[in-house]
């Protein structure tokens, strides 16, 4: 999945693509949970939105953890409505790839959701992740409501100061912000490991734990 095009920097508002109203078909389930793809969801559930590098990855991590209901690939982040994959890999949409996360709060903390995304990427790296270069692959977390918001910034010092005390002197780089619109990814991305084991996973972390006082036990 790395990016031909390797653009680092947004576009200038003269530079978007513009996009479509038809918002992308989907699968009405989740191919490994069988959950809804799209809202409305179950009462009592709770969304989050990651974007962590390569989705494909970044999705299969989600919907292995126990307590998430369903997971879905897409876009967010930028300004043009319902993008192509081939559009966001241009460089031309401003989104980065997300996974939107819909959880069960009972059953997981949104603190241990939080953990999974510092620890299974590098988020220092700015505009890329590993090998795949380019504005969609950057690190980000939106938050759905006030307690999110507080416990993303809480987790962003919290992740630094471990960084810091391993030795890692890049910032964090992560974009953090109230959740924008998600725009759902072709079919063809949804679940794509599950439906290709063997498929590329670009996934990897700092091997900087989160501490463990942040997560509840």
């Given amino acids: 999945m ?24 989907v699968p009405e389930r989740h191919f490994v949970t069988g959950e809804p793809l799209r809202p409305p969801f179950r009462a009592g559930l709770e969304q989050a939105l990651f974007g962590m590098g390569c989705f494909w990855g970044a999705e299969r991590l989600f919907w292995q953890q126990p307590g998430v209901v369903t997971t879905a690939a897409g876009y967010a982040g930028g300004s043009t409505p319902n993008p192509t994959y081939r559009e966001v890999c241009s460089g031309l949409t401003g989104h980065t790839e997300v996974v939107l996360v819909v959880f069960d709060p009972a059953r997981v903390d949104y603190r241990r959701l939080l953990q999974l995304f510092w620890e299974s990427h590098d988020p220092t790296q700015g505009m890329r992740q590993g090998a795949d270069v380019g504005t969609q692959y950057r690190s980000a977390i939106c938050w759905f409501d006030e307690s999110q918001r507080q416990l993303a910034l809480q987790s962003r010092s919290v992740y630094e ?9 890049r910032p964090i780089t992560t974009e953090l912000r109230a ?3 998600f725009y759902y990814a072709e079919e063809y991305h949804q679940q794509y490991l599950a439906k290709n084991p063997d498929g590329y996973c670009g ?10 006082g942040f997560v509840p036990a």
């Fill in 2 to 25: 790395a990016d031909p095009n390797r653009r680092t920097t947004l576009p200038g508002t003269d530079e978007l693509l513009p996009g479509r109203a038809e918002p992308m078909p």
């Fill in 203 to 212: 996934i990897g972390g700092t091997g900087v734990s989160c501490p463990a």
């Fill in 179 to 181: 959740a924008p619109a």
């Fill in 161 to 169: 100061s471990a960084l810091a005390a391993a030795g890692q002197r």
